[in-house]
């Protein structure tokens, strides 16, 4: 690729110095082309319908569900939370920053009424046929969240404190109020509860998380149909300006017992949308994860996998995305929920350049791979933003202050395991 720069700047020697002048330029690590601006917008449209399940869903777990011992239904969502208005869409949203219905998406209501069968048969029968949305999906990202702790030092220190432990003992007992069995056992074993409830305290989490972004992806998908991007540089942007209008949202996390609430996380902490949710989340499970098991062994031995967490490198911006039937990398389940709501031009596209429809899920697989380098470059864009400098600075330090800035960022793609060579090519399908 052509090496050349718009800033007055010296040529980076980094291997992919042709994408840190395209990030210099206010681009995207994804390429500027039609292609993939109609790939990546319909893809957010195909996640944001199962999306809206999942963030309803993982709040309904972690707020009323809690710590049922068997909870066999914990996928059964209730009315209320289907109803439930989206904070920032919708025309009864407290907040409303996008359009949008408020309750729950048509799309994602017709779907869990008649499900691939097309047929509208009790709830149970869809559920046991596996023929519903795939939440084993969503709490594979919250349990990475969980898992990487590390990249959320605050949020977890709280995890730890007086006050979190005499709030969650407070749901505790009031939850198994007359249940002398769980009591006993909660007396007996009160660290297994107290984890149990850390987790959940994700689930609330990664559900205040996504329900920023299923309606952003609604929102662009919208934007597309009307005609108004005019490239992925400006459905990139979109996404930047969508992080900053909600950064200083709380993150929080309520346990309600009939009618009483116990305030686990409440929002006066002051954890934020972005610190405690965003970034976590895309380092957790863009970058890191955990590999696929059955592909890699655990054995400490045979250092297949890093001796560190943080030189994890599991996620969707390294995924090899021939599905293998897991909820972990490649997301395959995302990916079946994903087919369900493909827009038309998504699918036409699918079928020009697909071998035949048991090739749709890995085409579809690589689509959402692009997209979420576009989503991963409006971070870096974010964080560069609040860090460093503007992008036209005349000031030739800060320039080079945001190029060392994403230079760093592009480190991480020097693996081979990176998929962001891959994404270059319009033929990588």
Known sequence: MATTTTTPLPLSNHVH???????EAGGSMLPDTPENLMQIIGIYKAYAVPMDFYWRDLLYIGERVFLQPLPF????????????????????????IWRGVGEAHPELLEFMSKGEVGRQLPRLLHHLGHDRVNMEFAEACMRAMFWHEDL????????????YLAAADGAIKAYFKGNWAMLGLYKLFPDMFMEQVRQLSYYANLGLFWEVMAPVFFEMSDIYDQGGFAGVPDAMNFLVNGIFAVAGRPIYHHVYVGDECFELIPKSV??????????????????????????????AQAKQVPAQQTDFHYGILYADVFPVGSAGIPPTLLMQDMLHFLPPYLLDYYQQH?????????????TFQR????????VIQALRAALYYPLDDPNPEHLMANRRFF?????????PEARLRDIQQADYR
């Open 354 to 366: 697909c071998r035949g429809e048991d090739d749709q899920l890995i085409q579809l697989g690589i």
């Open 73 to 96: 239904f914990k996928y059964f969502i209730s009315q209320d939370y289907l109803k439930r208005q989206n904070t920032y869409a919708g025309d009864q949203s407290p907040l409303r």
């Open 407 to 415: 230079e760093a960022q592009m480190d991480r793609f020097t693996r």
């Open 270 to 299: 002051g954890f934020t949308w972005l610190y405690e949710a965003a970034l976590p989340y895309v380092e957790a499970v863009f970058y890191r994860t955990a590999p696929f098991r059955g592909t890699k062994s655990y054995d």
């Open 371 to 378: 997209s979420m380098y576009n989503v991963t470059s409006a």
């Open 152 to 163: 959320n030092p605050t949020f977890n220190a709280y995890l730890y404190s007086d006050e």
């Open 17 to 23: 110095a042709d994408i840190i002048y395209r990030l």
